[in-house]
Nanobody, 116 residues
């Protein structure tokens, strides 16, 4: 099974930016969908953004206009650039990948905290 490793989380002030990275152990060409989810304490896991191999992207309403997901097929990485961060997006962010056969892999998560 593919290994996904997230990095780039941390503490940032409101209005700041972070870029999260997700490195896959294999070629991301094998994945139909790659994306980011998050889970805040006491809340359910929710989609933040996802990107398909065909180039389609989807964003949560709270992410539209401020977050941008991208793939680097040469580096086998997926990124999410997050701008204008607000305290309510504080959560653990998880990278996930779904193969063309429907198999889903998850990373271990990276903490994002937005606080002054």
């Amino acid at each position: 099974q593919v290994q996904l490793v997230e990095s780039g989380g941390g503490l940032v002030q409101p209005g700041g930016s972070l870029r999260l990275s997700c490195a896959a152990s294999g070629s991301i060409f094998s994945f139909n969908v790659m994306g980011w989810h998050r889970q805040a304490p006491g809340n359910q896991l929710e989609l933040v953004a996802q990107n398909t191999s065909g180039g389609t992207t989807d964003y949560a309403d709270t992410a539209k206009g401020r977050f941008t997901i991208s793939r680097d097929n040469g580096e086998n990485k997926v990124y999410i650039q997050m701008n204008g961060l607000k305290p309510e997006v504080t959560a653990i962010y998880y990278c996930n990948a779904m193969s063309f056969t429907g198999r889903i892999s998850w990373g271990q998560g990276t903490q994002v905290t937005v606080s002054s």
